[in-house]
């Protein structure tokens, strides 16, 4: 064979696998994501916040307006301090409502922001005041024991007055 | 009775002893191949010969079987993830399945097999017709001008041939997935992107891939040199090759898994 035809073909062939190696990355991976376009940083408050993860979706109205940046424990208050990225397209009222959701039954977590009618927007930094915290399935059955077994309580004394 | 006996025995230690004098050998000739690899540094034109049948040579198989395992992957895991109403995870299923394991591994293994044992047959042929001798007599070190070229060439080839191996099955996923039996395009796209992490996943993977190479090509130069110089030896080390090199990768492969993915992700 040809020196340089073996050398053309070696080429081809690093530059294939190089591109590969950047298509898994970009394409598939989220490191295209990081840079998408210019984004402004919101903060939020939440009392509990479930299985919420870093990089999960921030979703209003079911479209995607940002991810999950960081999730810290507030040492002051001991709630969760949910740092977001917001996409600098969509702008949100002060008094947005923001909740943690589950996508599905059992799908993954994610925050839904509801848009609220206040004129001015929240700026970068800025904090959201109202939320809601995400459902945990084991409060929720063990406050449904506890009131049924309340429920019973009451019940008996009711009998046996 | 008692001299059959000990004669047994004897025959356990020998083998004992014989295993792990080849695996010191085998460890100083790789040492050797390392020390000696600058020639090949510098005349670069050696390396890109190898390069060409390690590596371009490798191409179709490895393109072709990638594209099966994704279109395979992309019919089982949309079988089994229907049943719980998750059909568009398919492609989360397809790329983490390829990138971390599938991928690497099974690139690897077919690496072996088409180009370690060409490897290995061809420095066993040279050794066998006394090739590697007379270099040696032109004060030309066949180390340094035969294997480690090779080695080298390996090293750089399994990795771009493991990325590419994932890429195409990602594509025969979602040739399967999408095209075929119509799971939103959409969604399989954003919830890969969504799952996959560049560092966790991609990078871990690629680190894989390295050290295989680096296994699979150090075992068939090794044992290309080592095979006794005869049509018998040769044959004899290109088996050996592709065998220990299965047994290395699956054996690296738990013991990467296993400090990479601690399900912390």
Redesign the interface.
Known sequence: MQRTTMDLWVGLFIMAGIGALLVLALKVGNLGTYSAGDSYTLVGNFENIGGLKVRAPVKSAGVVVGRVTDIQLSTETFDALVIMSIDSRYKFPKDTFASILTSGLIGEQYIGLAAGGDEAVLKSGDKIMKTNSALVLEEMIGRFLFDKASERKEDGNADSD | MPRRIVSGIQGVGHRVIDSIWRLGYASRFFLLTLLKSGTSLRRF?LV??E??FT??LS?IIIVVSGLFVGMVLGLQGYETLQRY?AESAVGTMV?LSL?RELGPVVAALLFASRAGSAITAEIGLMKATEQLAAMEMMAVDPIARVVAPRFWAGVI?M???A??F???G?FGGYLVAVVLIGVDEGSF?SQ???A???HY??VNG?IKTFVFGIAVTAIAVFEGYDASPTAEGVSGATTRTVVTSALAILGLDFVLTSFMFRGMG
């Open positions: 034109g890109i010969r390069l060409y590596g371009v191409l109403g790329a990138l080839s990795p771009l041939l990325a590419l994932s890429a195409v990602i796209w890969m992107q969504g996959v992490d560049f996943d991609i690629v």
